[in-house]
């Protein structure tokens, strides 16, 4: 009996130690992809891509189709009682070929987007790498979690705003 009561002794104080261990250890989280991309830098030059002519132009195309696919796809709601079965097929096909033209305008946009987004990573990774060391150094942090993964964060331990100031400010 008395050997059990020290062994819950030892287990109680090591429990107790390693408590303290981790209160002492300092977390925090950052979304380095949210951090980089609200960067001033990130935003004009996401702002170029939306204003360039190529940009705009399949913007349009886009809108465009999508108005005539859903005009189209309201005129055979409306009509398609008095087509015949030929005339039925017939429109299927061509609101079938616009849908292609619609899901491949957007693939182009989304190509561009994702071509941007690729280039802002690839050259203001390492300026969001500079800007976290140096907070990790200056609020001596222990672990730097992704906060994607994170189930519960508090704000006071997010640095991605903080990373963002540090980057515009270097410019």
Do not use: C, H
């Not at 996401?46 to 859903?70: D, F, G, M, P």
């Amino acid at each position: 009996m008395l050997k059990s009561v020290k062994i819950v002794a030892v287990l109680l104080a090591g429990m107790t130690l390693s408590g303290a261990a981790l209160a002492q250890t300092k977390v925090a989280v950052l979304n380095l992809q949210a951090a980089i991309m609200s960067t001033d830098a990130a935003k004009t030059k996401v702002n170029s891509l939306k204003t360039s002519s190529e940009y705009s132009k399949l913007q349009s195309s886009a809108e465009s189709i999508r108005a005539e696919l859903q005009k189209m796809a309201e005129d055979a709601k409306k009509n398609s009682v008095t087509w015949s079965d030929e005339q039925k097929t017939e429109y299927q096909r061509k609101m079938n070929f616009q849908r292609s033209d619609f899901e491949t305008t957007v693939k182009k946009l989304r190509a561009m987007e994702a071509q941007v987004g690729q280039e802002i990573q690839a050259s203001m990774g390492p300026k969001a790498r500079d800007a976290l060391d140096a907070l990790i150094k200056e609020q001596k942090l222990d672990i730097v979690l992704d906060s994607n993964t994170a189930y519960f964060v508090s704000p006071s331990v997010d640095l991605t705003e903080a990373v963002v100031k540090r980057m515009n400010a270097a410019k």
